[in-house]
Structure formats: C-alpha cells, structure tokens
C-alpha cells in the first residue's frame, strides 16, 4: 500500500484540485510558522510568503516517498519564497526612497539627485494626478508614512494603497520615459 504523502503528492503532480485543497489544509500551519520563524515579520507579509509558497509548490510539486521528505521540501521553498518577497520589498523601497529624495527636494539637492527642473516637472506631473493619488504620494513619500498608517488616515485598506500607489508610481515612469523619447 502506497504511502499517504506518496500518494497526495502524486495526486498534487497529476493536477487533482482535491489533493491540492487536502494538501493546503494538511501544510499550511507548517509553512506559515516556517515563515514566521524565517522572516519575524507580520501576519500579512507572513501570509504572503505562504501563499507564494504554495504556488511554487503547486507548479513543481513530485511524488515524494516520505513526510520527512516532503516537510524538508516544503521548509525550502517557504525560505525561497520568503527570501524572494523580502529581496522584492528591499528593491521596492530603494526605489521609493530614489522617488522620495525626489519630491521632498526643496533646493537643496541631493548628490546626483534631480536638478530643479526635473524637481518642478515631477511636482507637475503628482498635482495632475487625481488629488486622492497626489494625496497618498504625498503621505508616502514627504510624510514618510507607512502603508498601515496612511491607510488608517484615509479610510482604505493597505492593500488598496499600495495598489494605488503602485499604479501612480508606474505611471509617473511611464510619463517619464515618454518625456525621455521625445
């Protein structure tokens, strides 16, 4: 007789979406406290790292002979995914911080920061944006808010701002770079 973990990874591999839901019932709480104890973030970032976790498993996933196996597996991918999210928001901040120094500048300028002229052009661009979006730039970048506070001023979720910042910041770059071709 087959082993349990042989069998549901197997079943996981040949696609069954019953096995995919029994093996989400049966792993999340172990992958979501091998991403607490790897990361020592909030639930939410923790949350996601699991949730990408288990997508990875679900696209690669193989018939494995053992539990001791497949919680070794799982443990690795909960640490890739984790690195990933936490390389990602590292990126994500550099960014940000690159777009900060750039609308809090107020004549004094930073070393090969922006010069007075792409400072009062980006200014332009944020007071065109909807006054909401402008609003939550503003938070954000010259206020140094957090998501968590500036969603808790403005009545929206966090998910919700960082969407919406998101989209505003993509689409001052896109104005940018449709600036950089003419």
Known sequence: MPDPVHTLTAAMAAGDPRAVEAFYVQYFDLMYRHACNITR???AFCLDVVQDAVLRVI???RAVDSEAQLASWLRLVTQTAAYDLLKAESR??????????TVSATGGQAEDGPDEDQTAWLREQIASLDPQIARLIELRYEGGWTLTRIAEAVGLSVGTVDGRLRRALRELRSRVKRCDDE
């Open 92 to 101: 994500r901040k550099r960014r940000e911080s690159v777009v900060a120094v």
């Open 41 to 43: 973030r909030d639930e």
């Open 59 to 61: 696209r690669t996933v």
